[in-house]
């Protein structure tokens, strides 16, 4: 097909939708012939006519659009639902969020594996098949790590879309079960102790010769729980600098949105495991927002069940977040709210 007939194709068959460019004649155009190399490189039915005339006829226009013309449709999607500048600034880690947990507590939040199953990793020249991880330990090329108990949610921290930006440390949060046979009903509130995870994985880039290093920086004992879910903030909540001069408040990793089996949904102000004094585990005492499917206790609420899923809306300054419960509700909170009802913002952990 020439340009000009897919141009009027686009514009006369898909009049509204919104291309990433601002004019159909800015992509760059591959004549058919420079194709054939591409065509003659697959494996074709040489006894299906039929075929060859089919896959023939839809398979040459797919290549007639360069790699940079994507490119340009996925800056310009980034560019639209993510942004630079600084989100909820008011929701920062404040040093008093937390306190160092006890050793003598480790037994109550903390994974009850202290030693992962044998496994055996044969990308070595030395092959142990009784080798094991012990509990928040990693493997020796950094690739396999041990949680503790059967993951059940995790998300990357997200980075900056700038690429011209120095590489920065990449991080994983993630939820465990307790033990290994641990099982819950899904339509049961579940209030109880677990922890969430914070793993470091090093400064990963798009070079080949990259790999992530898991090494456990950080662990956040709470009483939700399990964590059915997690998801950071997609953007404009992670300090490259730190950009508070108040010495209560510490350089904020980002903010972390959980679902959990008690019922609630919380946003949580995470800080730079490295901010933190030399203990690994602490305790949460308070979450920046509570989110409460019930008005702030006028209404059990537990009869909406478990908080299993919980995102944040891309673009528009990730102002609203949605959360789906075990009853079959699905509620939508505009975290620009002024409406005291809706959630809570000052609540402690046992809240």
């Known amino acids: 097909r020439s340009q000009t007939k897919i141009s009027n ?48 006829r839809y398979q040459t226009p797919l290549r007639m659009f360069r790699t940079a013309n994507y490119t340009k449709m996925v800056e310009a999607m980034m560019n639209k639902l993510f942004c630079d500048e600084v989100l909820f600034p008011e929701w920062r880690p404040n040093i008093h969020d937390f306190e160092m947990l006890p050793e003598i507590e480790y037994d109550d939040y903390l994974p009850q594996e202290k030693y992962s199953m044998k496994y055996e990793d044969k990308m070595t020249s030395e092959i142990n098949e009784d080798e094991r ?6 493997s020796s090329d950094g690739t396999l790590f041990f949680t503790g108990g059967p993951v059940w949610s995790m998300d990357w921290v997200p980075c900056s879309l700038d690429q011209e930006s120095e590489p920065v440390c990449s991080y994983i949060s993630l939820a465990a079960y307790k033990t290994l046979g641990e099982v819950h009903q899904i339509h049961d509130v ?45 953007s404009g909540t992670r300090d490259y600098t730190d950009q508070s001069t108040d010495h209560r408040y510490l350089p904020r990793l980002g903010l ?22 030399v203990a690994e585990h602490y305790k949460i005492l308070k979450v920046s927002v509570n989110l409460l499917p019930s008005g702030c206790g006028k209404t059990d609420h537990t009869l909406f069940g478990q908080c ?11 102002n609203k977040i949605g959360v789906g419960f075990s009853n079959g509700s699905v509620m939508i909170w505009d975290l620009k709210t002024q409406l005291p009802f809706l959630f809570s913002s000052s609540s402690s952990s046992s809240s």
């Open 190 to 234: 579940i209030e109880g102790k677990g922890l969430i995870q914070i793993w470091r994985m090093g400064e990963l880039t798009n070079e080949s010769d990259c790999s992530p290093t898991a090494s456990f920086s950080l662990g956040l004992a709470h009483d939700w729980g399990v964590i059915r879910d997690m998801k950071w903030c997609p």
């Open 308 to 318: 299993l899923c919980i995102d944040w809306l891309p673009g528009e300054g990730h």
């Open 133 to 138: 991880l012990p509990i928040f330990n990693s």
């Open 9 to 56: 194709h686009l514009q006369k068959k898909h009049p509204d939708y919104e291309l990433p460019f601002a004019n159909v004649d800015e992509l760059e155009y591959v004549p058919p012939e420079e194709t054939k190399e591409l065509e003659d490189d697959e494996e074709w039915e040489e006894d299906d006519e039929s075929s060859i005339k089919t896959d023939r």
């Open 256 to 277: 972390l949105a959980l679902a959990c089996t008690d019922g609630k949904g919380r946003l949580l102000s995470v800080p730079y495991p490295d901010e933190m004094p």
